[in-house]
């Protein structure tokens, strides 16, 4: 009976441990806004949801973290967003999840594949144009490039790569997470060395994560490091490899590592 009671004990404790750790990688529901937006761009359209930082004012001009494959990391990424600035008593950032208009390869290949369209153009031009309006006039986020961050994995972090090489106006930072920057024969590598000479002078923030188990990605991932080491001097760089972990396993670290050290260099 004892045992029984042990048991019983023991299985409700991990219940409340598994709750209690869903609740931490959710946002608190008061401070998230959600709505559509039809882009005139791409035609997609798509699901935005925007975390409001605590003590969220309109008289502010936030800084704003756009969060590709919202409905996988938007929630994470928040959470993990406001622990950090609170705990190092930074003001608090906007964190914009962009959902998917329509294909997710389209909207973040560069060019077109058998697995992608090619659109990452005209989303990035999507964001520019129609997203980034949207939350400085309605949520007050800063017009700076510098107040400006992004985040994507896998082939979010090609688009992250593709708007640093191919558009570089648009943002100051990038958080890029085990990229697929073998597409289309490493075309960001090419890419980077195609704008090279424009994009050199820019400043800004570069976070570049992998997973240890992630083999076949390490080469055009250290080729992108080594060309960002060496013609970008007014980048912060980091580049970080999660010893033990593959690609998908490697996701949470990375975006904890890559938020670190954004809010340690800004």
Known sequence: MKLCSTWRLAGCLCLTLIFSACKKETVEK???????????????????????????????????????????????????CERQTR????????????????????????????????????????IEAELIPRMESEFHAAPARSARAILGHSAGGLLVGHSFTNHNRIFGHYLCLSPSFWYDDAIALRNEKAYREQNKEGSGTFFLGLGELEEKMRPP??????ALQAYYPHYALQDYITPGKGHLDSKKTNIKKALTFFFENN
């Open 30 to 80: 008061s401070r998230v806004r959600e709505f559509n937006l039809l882009s005139t761009v791409n035609g997609g359209n798509y699901d935005i949801r925007v975390a409001l930082p605590e003590n969220y004012s309109p008289a502010r001009g936030y800084r704003t973290l756009y969060v590709l494959d919202a409905k996988l990391d938007f929630d994470f990424t928040a959470v993990e």
């Open 87 to 126: 705990d190092r008593h930074q003001e608090g950032m906007l964190v914009v999840g962009i959902g998917y208009g329509h294909d997710r390869m389209d909207d973040y290949t560069p060019t077109p594949s058998d697995i992608g369209s090619g659109g990452a153009d005209k989303f990035i031009e999507f």
């Open 221 to 226: 991932f250290t080729g992108f490091r080594n």
